[in-house]
C-alpha cells in the first residue's frame, strides 16, 4: 500500500530588514545650504570660533564679534572695533578678550565692555593692548612648543604665532601681579641694553601705522626680558638695582618664563 501523505514543513519567514537609504547618484556630492548670513563686512579674510561666539577679521574693518543662536538660527553682531586696521589673523584670549594682529607689524588687544552702562558703549570692542611685533603675522594657534613643566604655574593662556617670514612666536598670558613685577624689569633693562644704533626700545615697540602711533601698552616684550640672562654679570647688577630683588632671583624668575613656551 501506499504510504501516507505528509505535511510539507512550513520555511521560517524572513525577518523584515530596513531598506537601505537609496545610493547618491555618481559624481554627486552632498550640498550645503544657507541658513544665515551676516553683512556689513568689506572682506572676511580670518574667522575663529569659541561656543556660540565667532571673531571676524577684516580686510579693513578691523575685528568685530558675532553670535550665533541656535533657536533661531541668525548670527548677531555683538560689538566691533571701529579702527580702519587691516587685518591678518585674529584668535581668542578667552570669552570677553580677543588678540588681531595687522597689516603694519602690530598686535592688538579688544575686549567686550559687557560691564558699561549704555549699549553704544557695548557694542564697541575696547582697544586694551597694542604692541608692534616688526613681523606679519599670519596665524595664531593654541599650543606651547615645550612640555608643560609640572614645577611652574601654568600661564592663563598660551598662543603661539607664525609669520610670513617662518618665524614661530608665542603670546602668553601672565597674572597682574607677574606683569607688574616683569614691567619693571623691562624697563631697568631697557636703560641698561642699548638697542641697535642707539634706538629706542619704547618707539620701536610702539604700535604705529598709517594713521596713527601710540605707546605698547599691557605687553611685555619677552626677547628682552630674557636677554638678561645674557648679560654681563656687573650689567645684571645694574639691571636689579633698584628693584627690590637679587640677580640669583631674578634669574629664576626669568628662567621660569623661558620654560613656559
Known amino acids: 500500500p501506499a504510504p501516507p501523505p505528509t505535511s510539507p514543513r512550513p520555511f521560517p519567514r524572513p525577518a523584515p530588514a530596513a531598506t537601505p537609504p537609496p545610493s547618491p547618484l555618481a559624481g554627486a556630492s552632498p550640498k550645503l545650504r544657507l541658513r544665515h548670513e551676516h553683512c556689513g563686512h568689506i572682506l572676511v579674510l580670518y574667522l575663529a570660533s569659541r561656543g556660540d561666539f565667532v571673531l571676524v577679521g577684516d580686510l579693513m574693518k578691523s575685528v568685530s564679534l558675532l553670535q550665533w543662536s541656535a533657536i533661531s538660527g541668525s548670527i548677531t553682531e555683538i560689538?566691533?572695533?571701529?579702527?580702519?586696521?587691516?587685518?591678518?589673523?585674529?584668535?581668542?584670549?578667552?570669552?570677553?578678550?580677543?588678540?588681531?594682529s595687522e597689516n603694519a607689524l602690530n598686535l592688538f588687544v579688544t575686549r567686550k565692555q559687557t560691564d558699561a552702562s549704555t549699549e553704544e558703549?557695548?557694542?564697541?570692542?575696547?582697544?586694551?593692548?597694542?604692541?608692534?611685533?616688526?613681523?606679519?603675522?599670519?596665524?595664531?594657534?593654541?599650543?606651547?612648543?615645550?612640555?608643560?613643566?609640572?614645577?611652574?604655574?601654568?600661564?592663563?593662556?598660551?598662543?603661539?604665532?607664525?609669520?610670513?617670514?617662518?618665524?614661530?612666536?608665542?603670546?602668553?598670558?601672565?597674572?597682574?601681579?607677574?606683569?607688574t613685577f616683569l614691567k619693571k624689569v623691562q624697563e631697568s633693562l631697557a636703560r641698561v641694553v642699548q638697542g641697535v644704533g642707539g634706538l629706542s626700545h619704547a618707539e620701536w615697540r610702539s604700535f604705529s601705522n598709517e594713521r596713527r602711533t601710540a605707546d605698547a601698552t599691557?605687553?611685555?616684550?619677552?626677547?628682552?626680558?630674557?636677554?638678561?640672562?645674557?648679560?654681563?654679570?656687573?650689567?645684571?647688577a645694574e639691571v636689579v638695582s633698584g628693584l627690590d630683588v637679587s640677580v640669583e632671583e631674578l634669574s629664576r624668575r626669568v628662567e621660569e618664563l623661558v620654560r613656559l613656551h
Open 121 to 179: 558703549e557695548r557694542q564697541r570692542l575696547e582697544i586694551v593692548g597694542e604692541f608692534h611685533v616688526g613681523e606679519f603675522i599670519n596665524r595664531f594657534r593654541s599650543g606651547s612648543l615645550t612640555i608643560a613643566d609640572s614645577s611652574i604655574a601654568p600661564p592663563l593662556s598660551n598662543l603661539l604665532y607664525g609669520t610670513v617670514n617662518g618665524v614661530l612666536g608665542v603670546v602668553v598670558a601672565i597674572p597682574q601681579e607677574q606683569f
Open 218 to 236: 599691557n605687553f611685555i616684550d619677552g626677547d628682552l626680558i630674557e636677554s638678561f640672562l645674557d648679560l654681563p654679570v656687573d650689567k645684571m
Open 79 to 100: 560689538a566691533r572695533d571701529y579702527n580702519a586696521n587691516w587685518m591678518t589673523a585674529v584668535s581668542f584670549l578667552d570669552d570677553d578678550t580677543f588678540l588681531g
